[in-house]
């Protein structure tokens, strides 16, 4: 019989860690590939907003123009080394998603540029700089891992519903 008391609580836990996670990011990892396939890794300070992520990057970086060719992409936002309890199990939630360059010339692109600066004060700066860009990576599915058999699917319209992927649980190896 399933305990959906219990279930509830793991998902009001899974929700908040999620929450938490989020709260704290100022950067996240980006997985991207190039035309013929080859990956990528790198990362980008970025914000969230209306559940959607936005990078600000330069042309001289690889994943911009990865992302401009390629937009799908998948990128991870990480519980800090330091202040993870296990470091087999930092928690984190991964992403993937496709990303949408935003012109200079958009109505968007005045209001998402300011939403960057109030986080980071380096921003006015960059954009007055022609190779930085500005993209929106939107999610289509995620994951949220914050430890051993604590993984959850995030799925729907806004990612807010969370599935418990309790049924995929680690086991122990059979000696014999």
Not at 9 to 34: F, G, H, R, V, W
Not at 76 to 99: H, Q, Y
């Amino acid at each position: 019989m399933v305990d959906y008391k219990k279930m509830s609580n793991i998902i009001k836990e899974a929700t908040a860690e999620k929450n938490q996670l989020l709260e704290k990011m100022c950067t996240i990892m980006l997985s991207t590939t190039d035309s013929t396939g080859i990956p990528n890794s790198s990362y980008a300070p970025s914000i969230m907003h209306n559940g959607s992520f936005y990078i600000f990057i330069s042309e001289l970086s690889k994943h911009t123009k990865n992302l401009t060719d390629q937009p799908f992409n998948s990128f991870m936002v990480i519980e800090d080394e330091k202040a993870a309890a296990n470091i087999f199990a930092r928690k984190r939630l991964t992403f993937k998603s496709k990303a949408r360059k935003i012109e200079r010339e958009d109505s968007e692109w005045n209001s998402k540029i300011t939403l960057l600066e109030d986080k980071f004060e380096t921003i006015a700066y960059l954009k007055n700089m022609g190779d930085f860009h500005l993209f929106e990576l939107k999610p289509s599915e995620g994951l949220l891992v914050y430890g051993f058999g604590k993984a959850f699917r995030l799925t729907g319209p806004n990612l807010d519903q969370i599935n418990h992927m309790n049924d995929q649980g680690h086991k122990e190896k059979k000696h014999g």
